[in-house]
Every structure is written in C-alpha cells, then in structure tokens.
C-alpha cells in the first residue's frame, strides 16, 4: 500500500513556541492531504483539507491563523502550530489522497505534541 | 452533531469466537463506509470498505454489513484472534460533507482473550 511518513513523531515545546509538522506521501502523489487531532480515547476530528497549489479548508471551530497548512507540493504538506499552549497538545495524524474511485486515504503514523 | 457513531466504547470476545463491531450514523448522503484499526501512537490502518450501493462486503476474516434503512453498519470479525485487539473506527464519506472527506466514529476497543 501507499506510505505516509510524519515527521517528527513527537515534540515537546514551550508555551508559546511554534511548531511545525511534516506529512509526506512517499510513493505516490497526494493532490489532497488531511490533517486530523486526536485526543486521548476520543475520535479523529478533521481539522482542514488541503489540495496543492491552494488554500487549505478548515473545519468550523479550527482557527486558520494558529494551524497554518502548506500544501506546496503533490508529496508534502506542513502543520504548523503557532504560539503553541498546553491545549494545544494532542496525537495530530495526517492523510493523504491520489483520488480514485473511492479517494482512498492514506495515514500517516502521528506527531504527538506536547506543549509545557 | 456526531454524524457517525459507534456507542459501544469496549467489546470484550474470546478467541475464535466472532467480534461484531456497530456503527450508526445520521447523515443518509454518505455513500462510502470504511473500517479502520488503529493501534496507540500510530496512524489508522485501512481495514474494509463497502459503497452504499452493496449491503456486504467480505475480504478474509472481515465482513461488513450495510443497512441502509437502519443507517446502521457492522464489522464482523470470525474467528477472533488475540492480535486483533485494538481500537476499530468506523467512518463516512460522501453527500454533503464535502466530496470525500471523512467523519470518524469515537471508537470501539476490542479485546479478544485467548
């Protein structure tokens, strides 16, 4: 199957820090890339759609200026977290897709952040 | 509005046995149901899917069920085995949640005793 690699797997910062994380399809070419949160024994919430060349979509109630998304490339998309607080700290999974039939996605193994 | 649910947070089964997962939703636009497994501090791993076209799809040890009438969907897992156990979602795509983005249920933990 197709590979999603995340980087880093975890981060500890200080408050206030920013944060960036890197999803990667490694195989293939993701023209749109997921980007979710988990919190502890809950489901995956959806935080915004991102297609290449574009702007990202966000979710109703995930604020665009503090989790900024690039989509600059078919195998890369960023997450950055800005001025980072301990709510903030959450399992955040990204997925990617090459269109399809079915859009299959593709998960990436996870980036637990931990902001102190 | 939790558009897809799983109420059953824990299962327990023994081994060899089947485990049947239950997932309900709301919204009667979704047209694609996916099952995952998903282990701590990893990523979902894809386990089954079916179209609202079908009302079953088997592949090996996996089965799920759809009944559209019910908005009710299923995952049954025969025999059981020990290494399933772990966290099963199930989620929806389609209608007017936006092409194919995907609603997660909250999760349903398997334990299999051997």
């Known amino acids: 199957g197709a590979v999603v690699s995340q980087h880093p797997s975890r981060v500890i910062c200080k408050s206030g820090t920013s944060v960036k994380i890197e999803c990667r399809s490694l195989d293939f070419q993701a023209t749109t890339m997921f980007w979710y949160r988990q919190f502890p024994k809950q489901s995956l919430m959806l935080m915004a759609t991102?297609?290449?060349?574009?702007?990202?979509?966000?979710e109703q109630g995930v604020e665009k200026d503090k989790f900024l998304i690039n989509h600059a490339s078919l195998t890369l998309s960023t997450l950055t977290v800005t001025s980072a607080h301990p709510e903030d700290s959450s399992f955040y999974i990204c997925?990617?897709?090459?269109?399809?039939?079915?859009?299959?996605?593709?998960f990436g193994p996870g980036t637990r952040l931990t902001v102190l | 509005d939790q558009q897809v649910k799983q109420n059953s947070p824990s299962l327990s089964v023994q081994e060899g046995r089947i485990s049947i997962l239950n997932c309900d939703y709301t919204?009667?636009?979704?047209?694609?149901f996916l099952w995952y497994k998903k282990y701590p501090a990893e990523g979902p791993t894809f386990l089954i899917s079916?179209?609202?076209?079908?009302d079953k799809n088997e592949d090996g040890r996996f089965t799920v069920f759809l009944n559209k009438s019910a908005k009710h969907l299923s995952l049954h897992i025969v025999p059981s085995q020990p290494g399933d156990s772990t966290v099963y979602f199930c989620?929806?795509?389609?209608?007017?949640?936006?092409?194919?983005?995907?609603?997660f249920g909250a999760g349903t933990r398997l334990f299999v005793k051997a």
């Open positions: 919204n009667s636009m979704f047209d694609y």
């Open positions: 997925s990617a897709s090459s269109g399809g039939a079915h859009n299959e996605q593709f």
């Open positions: 991102s297609n290449e060349g574009s702007k990202a979509t966000y």
């Open positions: 079916i179209s609202s076209i079908k």
């Open positions: 989620a929806a795509r389609g209608g007017n949640t936006g092409g194919f983005k995907t609603i």
